[in-house]
């Protein structure tokens, strides 16, 4: 029996990702599932960049718009939820196609999750302590006496992994990497994987559209919309959904941290390095098809690639 097939449509922040999933399914008979950590939330539409009411309407995304900002997302919560979508579009006749940047939601879905332990809050208040005394540098020292092999590949800064990779030792006696190890590989179905990234056009470009897109932003009222967030009172920025890329800047700025220009740098470097991180997880998989982002006839190319594959 013919396995089924999903289509994954990947690639970093600002290159026309949901533009080319709304032409497929326009041609093609898809369902889109959205694949991005900061779209769960609802209130959080201008920063996450969230297509309009009116686009959705045309073409519906599952998992958007699913969760308070109070709330924690994981990627094992994501992947649960999508196989069901899956399953639900398969039984339907159509063809999922995931669409996003959340790299780690994708590899979910490919990888598997081994069974990890939850968060542990008194862990984390007393870790995040220590990294405000100590440093973050001698948190990844000590991960790296701990789990070397996570360790290598988390960079000296990056808390939040650092974080969980410390939580899950110390609350089970196991490694991060024993469980990254032990993964199996479980998709039921054949992926037809979609990477739109610099590939002829200079990475600048993608830097020119991060701009241009957190300007816009601006404009459209992102301010006003972390204000109203912000007034709320429950909200912080230890949550997910505050100290996502954007998000996390200008409530800085209305707490007094940065001026509003320096709000501006920050979040637009923060989303290059975003986009950055994104192609390094992208060059580092097998069996994904690149197609330059700038191409004038992408949407053509993508619908003929999509339709030489047999995916319908």
Request: net charge neutral; aromatic share 8%; with cysteine.
């Amino acid at each position: 029996m013919q396995r089924k097939k999903v289509i994954f449509i990947s690639g970093p922040t600002a290159s026309g990702k949901t533009d080319l999933a709304i032409y497929l399914k326009d041609h093609l008979p898809l369902d889109l599932i959205s694949v991005d950590s900061s779209l769960v939330y609802r209130g959080l539409d201008i920063g996450s960049g969230k297509p309009s009411q009116a686009i959705l309407n045309h073409a519906p995304h599952h998992l958007i718009d699913i969760l308070d900002p109070s709330e924690v997302f994981s990627a094992g919560l994501f992947r649960d939820l999508a196989l069901e979508k899956i399953n639900d579009i398969f039984e339907k006749g159509r063809v999922p196609c995931l669409v996003g940047g959340t790299m780690m939601y994708f590899k979910s879905l490919v990888d598997g999750l081994n069974e990890a332990p939850g968060r542990d809050d008194n862990f984390r208040q007393n870790l995040v302590h220590r990294a405000n005394t100590e440093g973050t540098e001698k948190l990844h020292q000590e991960l790296l006496g701990i789990d070397p092999d996570s360790a290598n590949k988390i960079h000296t800064n990056d808390y939040k992994r650092i974080e969980r990779a410390l939580e899950i030792f110390y609350l089970t006696g196991k490694t991060k990497s024993s469980y990254i190890q032990a993964q199996i590989k479980t998709p039921h179905f054949d992926i037809i994987h979609v990477a739109l990234m610099p590939v002829i056009t200079p990475r600048e470009k993608l830097h020119e559209n991060i701009k241009l897109r957190f300007n816009n932003m601006l404009a459209q009222g992102l301010i006003e919309e972390v204000e109203k967030l912000k007034a709320r009172g429950d909200l912080h920025l230890d949550l997910p959904s505050i100290r996502s890329v954007g998000y996390q800047q200008v409530w800085r700025y209305l707490d007094g941290q940065y001026d509003k220009n320096t709000m501006t740098e920050k979040a637009i470097i923060a989303t290059r390095q975003l986009a950055k991180h994104q192609l390094t997880w992208l060059r580092g998989w097998e069996n994904v098809q690149p197609f330059d982002f700038a191409l004038p006839n992408l949407n053509q190319e993508v619908l003929a690639h999509l339709q030489s594959t047999r995916v319908i």
